[in-house]
């Protein structure tokens, strides 16, 4: 589940609001809805909780709801150390590290362990 990041409620939709030119046909009697031109000035995507403008642009909207990327420490045996990781599980976070360790890796001809722990992140 996503947060929204201005009330933290958790959301699992946003409300796009597009601005652009409505077209109806109109025969003196009735109106026909015909179409919807889009002028791109307005396409906002806001918390239907709070109403907060949250993204202007699609891709962060899906990457929101994705959004379960975490950080987390990644202790190394050798070279002993811990790096940042940003990564969505802790199997991944743990292959990242290592890959990010490749080369010290191949010369020190040693296979490193890695174990990820995730970090609390404070609100
Ligand atoms: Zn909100």
């Known amino acids: 589940m996503s947060k929204c990041p201005e009330c933290k409620k958790e959301i699992t939709k946003l ?14 009697d009735n ?22 403008v949250l993204f202007k642009d699609e891709e962060e909207v899906v ?33 990242k590290a290592l890959q990010m360790l490749g080369e010290q890796t191949i010369i020190c001809e040693k296979v490193c362990r890695a174990e990820a722990v995730e970090r609390e992140i404070k609100e």
């Open 15 to 28: 409300n796009n609001f597009v601005s652009g030119e409505k077209i109806f046909s109109f025969d003196g």
């Open 31 to 52: 109106y026909d809805e015909r179409d919807f031109i889009e002028d791109s000035k307005t396409n906002d995507y806001e918390c239907p909780e709070c109403k907060e």
């Open 63 to 95: 990457e929101f709801f994705k959004g379960k990327t975490k950080i987390w420490d990644v202790d190394i045996d050798y070279p002993s150390e811990i790096i940042e990781v940003e990564a969505e599980t802790k199997e991944e976070a743990e292959e």
